[in-house]
């Protein structure tokens, strides 16, 4: 049934740890909800809406490493984990 699907160790822990991110995530926000408030991005934003976008912004990081480097995707990790943080917290 999910043949189609190369269903390989870093895809599925790939997987896994996006579902434990929305799981601490969902926890957080019932134990102490979230305002919204504004950060140094240019809107206004929840807890949940800076994962967002720091999620499709390490994918987008992922992606320049891949068609504009040779450097190794554990860099492009790196980066994505440290922005990931700086916009949760300041964003």
Known sequence: ???WMNWTQPVAIFF???ACILVVMS???LASPCI??????PIVTTRGDRLFIG????AY???AFLGLTELSLWIALA???LWLLILLRWG
């Open 1 to 3: 049934m999910l043949d």
């Open 16 to 18: 896994a740890v996006i």
């Open 27 to 29: 926890v957080w926000e």
């Open 36 to 41: 919204e408030r504004r950060g140094f991005l």
């Open 55 to 58: 999620l499709l912004s390490a």
């Open 61 to 63: 990081i992922h992606l």
């Open 79 to 81: 980066v994505s984990v």
